[in-house]
Every structure is written in C-alpha cells, then in structure tokens.
C-alpha cells in the first residue's frame, strides 16, 4: 500500500472519528473529500490530482449540503423542563458540605445531588430554595424563615 493510500485512509478515518464524536457536521465534509482522494490515488492519480479533489469535495460539500442538513436536523438547543423548578423549594435528606462533598435534596418525588450557592453547610431537614440545576444537582439556597414546601 502506498503512503498516499494509507495518508488518505488515516484522515478518513480520524474525519470520521471526529464527526462521530462531536455529531455536529464539521468533519463529515473532509471525511468525504479524504474518500474521494483515496479513490484517486488508488487509481493511481497523481499528489496534486489527489489534493484538488480533497479540496474541492470538501468545499463544495461544505457549501452546498451543509444549510440543508443543518435545516433537516434542525440543531437547536432546546430548554428542558428542569428551569420550571427554579424558584421552587426542596427539602434536604443528606447534610449539604461543600467541603465534605456531601448533599443531596428531594424535589417533589426526584432525589438530586444538591450544592449550597452560597458554600455553607445546611443541614439534613432544611427547606431550600432551588436557585439553578447544572446537570444533576440542584443548586440551593438556605432560609431558616422558609420551612414550607411548594
């Protein structure tokens, strides 16, 4: 095998890795400009034939599939219902510590992995208020006057 066909089936395949990985369509175009490259130089075409097709494939993919994949898969970020409990209260189960790395808190009939806003300890029965999720964890916060739950 030629360095020119394993160059090409390299790059097919790391384009191809790349674009599995991210799911974004950003190498899936030189993915297919790698392949028709590895076409030509199995065919014997010459270095500059080789790169002029990787090239133009790859631009002209780009340009013209690109707005309409993009359309047709429509890759929006979408909000989930997680910012409807913003504002809500939760109770504690598990002592929030930051230092200890502990906490966890029940939100309606869901368990969560609870952080406090403001790195002080709350204890295990408290009513906090959920003030944002990242991920899985509630980030709370701490009001000794609010012990109710809504």
């Known amino acids: 095998m ?15 890795a790349a674009e599995f990985g991210t799911q974004q369509l950003v190498t899936i ?19 500059t034939v080789q790169l002029a097709l990787f090239a133009g494939l790859s631009l ?23 910012k409807m409990d913003l504002g809500k209260t939760a109770l504690v189960i598990q002592t929030i510590d ?25 204890p295990e029965g408290a009513v906090v208020t959920v003030d944002d999720i990242d991920g899985a964890r509630l980030i709370v916060t701490y009001d000794p006057e609010k012990q109710t739950i809504n």
Do not use: C, Q, Y
């Open 2 to 16: 030629t360095s020119a066909l394993i160059f090409w089936s390299v790059l097919l395949v790391v384009a191809l």
């Open 29 to 47: 175009w030189f993915a297919a400009g790698s392949l028709g490259a590895l076409i030509a130089a199995a065919a014997g075409a010459s270095v």
């Open 60 to 82: 002209l993919l780009l340009i013209f599939t690109r707005p309409i994949l993009r359309k047709a898969l429509n890759f929006e970020f979408k909000d989930t219902n997680a």
């Open 98 to 122: 930051p230092e200890k790395g502990t906490g966890r808190a029940r939100l309606g009939d869901s368990e969560w992995m609870a952080v406090s806003s403001d790195k002080k300890v709350i």
